[in-house]
T-cell receptor, first 114, second 112 residues
Framework: DAGVIQSPRHEVTEMGQEVTLRCKPI?????LFWYRQTMMRGLELLIY????????DSGMPEDRFSAKMPNASFSTLKIQPSEPRDSAVYFC????????????FGPGTRLTVL | SQELEQSPQSLIVQEGKNLTINCTSS?????LYWYKQKYGEGLIFLMM?????EEKSHEKITAKLDEKKQQSSLHITASQPSHAGIYLC????????????FGTGTQLKVEL
């Protein structure tokens, strides 16, 4: 299995631009998680889905952030408009709901907003 | 997260020395997960503990969960340069579904 796939790996954009991060979970996994990692705040859960349905989005910072999961093999995290404080590494993880709970992480997308 | 405290924040040890990292929760845990992260990479799963008093080992790494299920420790015996990285504990709480709340991490450096 290729593991969790994220794209792009690096993104540099200017303030005000729209940013879209993509994630392909491990085939067969039915839970998907989006995290943000910064030096100041550590690893924070933004939102997670079970069976393509958003279950908990309490970690989404504000309305500029949105996430979708149109099918079991694809999810996006969009930031519009982006701000310099959004600069961070964004991780996607997937797991099998009802299993051991182990989450498998992707390599992350390093976002820099100038 | 204030729900989960991890200590120490950073650790420098000489190769061959033992070390312990602690993770303390303000609430009773349903499950506790240990992950390792190398700089610029994703998290790698190490171990998961669920029962009070449980202990698991993998190679030279041992993780324990106390009887009250509020504190976990990760112990590395005879540390090696390959153990260097950031160690994070992730907590699963009852009623929280399958989401994890992570500690702030412990950065480990192993000196030759």
């Amino acid at each position: 299995d290729a593991g969790v796939i994220q794209s792009p790996r690096h993104e540099v954009t200017e303030m005000g631009q729209e940013v879209t991060l993509r994630c392909k979970p491990i085939s067969g996994h039915n839970s998907l998680f989006w995290y943000r990692q910064t030096m100041m705040r550590g690893l924070e859960l933004l939102i997670y889905f079970n069976n393509n349905v958003p279950i908990d989005d309490s970690g989404m910072p504000e309305d500029r952030f949105s996430a979708k999961m149109p099918n079991a093999s694809f999810s996006t995290l969009k930031i519009q408009p982006s701000e310099p404080r959004d600069s961070a590494v964004y991780f996607c993880a997937s797991s099998l709901a009802g299993g051991s709970g182990e989450q498998f992480f992707g390599p992350g997308t390093r976002l820099t907003v100038l | 997260s204030q729900e989960l405290e991890q200590s120490p924040q950073s650790l420098i040890v000489q190769e061959g020395k033992n070390l312990t990292i602690n993770c303390t929760s303000s609430k009773t845990l349903y499950g506790l997960y240990w992950y390792k992260q190398k700089y610029g990479e994703g998290l790698i799963f190490l171990m998961m503990l669920q029962k009070g008093g449980e202990e698991k080992s993998h190679e030279k790494i041992t993780a324990k969960l106390d009887e009250k299920k509020q504190q976990s420790s990760l112990h590395i015996t005879a540390s090696q340069p390959s153990h260097a990285g950031i160690y994070l504990c992730g907590a699963q709480f009852t009623g929280g579904g399958n989401k994890l709340t992570f500690g702030t991490g412990t950065q480990l450096k192993v000196e030759l």
